[in-house]
């Protein structure tokens, strides 16, 4: 059993287009030796996992990256969202997902923030800073995006939920509380 059981299942049961393969097809060596290249660093053991079993998809509101995607899937490469940001690399800030409206769950790979390799999101208002942290670690970020995607209707239940419920977050991600910047932590954005 993988850490990413959970969430290939969540991806199976998402709304996909109705021509897109199942299982996803994991990244080659060679798709993440170029994408490694292209970052300019080494990609975290955690990432690498994840791309090794499925290398991007269309599932959740913007679509999880991948590397080295070509043809329709090309909205999903890393490497692209790096060539158009290079202070992301900079930063060693890795883009793992976008929620569809130009905003992107980074995985800050420099551990400036967080002990591990923690996600936050950018907004799409400034590229540039982090305006708050999502989830302690890329495989909580990848179950509870999908949890979201799935069930969550602001207009049919507007109840504050993850990641800007402190109790709710904290009971499926209590990693979150190891954050250094506090101002990062969603209920205080």
Do not use: K
């Not at 299942?9 to 393969?21: G, Q, S, T």
């Not at 979201?148 to 709710?168: I, K, M, S």
Request: charged residues 25%; aromatic residues 12%; proline residues 8%.
């Amino acid at each position: 059993m993988s850490e990413f059981d959970d969430v290939l299942r969540l991806i199976a049961e998402a709304d996909l287009p109705p021509d897109v393969d199942w299982p996803p097809a994991g990244a080659t060596a060679a798709d993440l030796s170029r994408l490694r290249e292209n970052l300019g660093f080494d990609l975290p053991e955690v990432l690498t996992s994840w791309l090794s079993v499925c290398n991007g998809s269309f599932a959740g509101p913007g679509g999880l990256f991948g590397a080295n995607l070509t043809g329709r899937r090309n909205f999903l490469d890393i490497s692209s969202y790096i060539e158009d940001r290079p202070s992301w690399r900079d930063r060693r800030w890795i883009p793992v997902a976008g929620d569809g409206c130009g905003d992107y769950y980074i995985l800050d790979a420099s551990r400036s923030h967080h002990p591990g390799d923690a996600i936050f999101f950018v907004d799409q208002s400034d590229y540039e800073t982090l305006a708050y942290a999502i989830a302690s670690d890329l495989p909580t970020f990848l179950r509870q995006y999908l949890l979201e995607a799935q069930d969550q209707d602001p207009e049919l239940d507007p109840t504050p939920r993850w990641p800007f419920d402190q109790a709710t977050t904290l009971a499926v991600d209590p990693g979150l509380a190891e954050l250094r910047t506090q101002r990062l932590l969603p209920w205080n954005s």
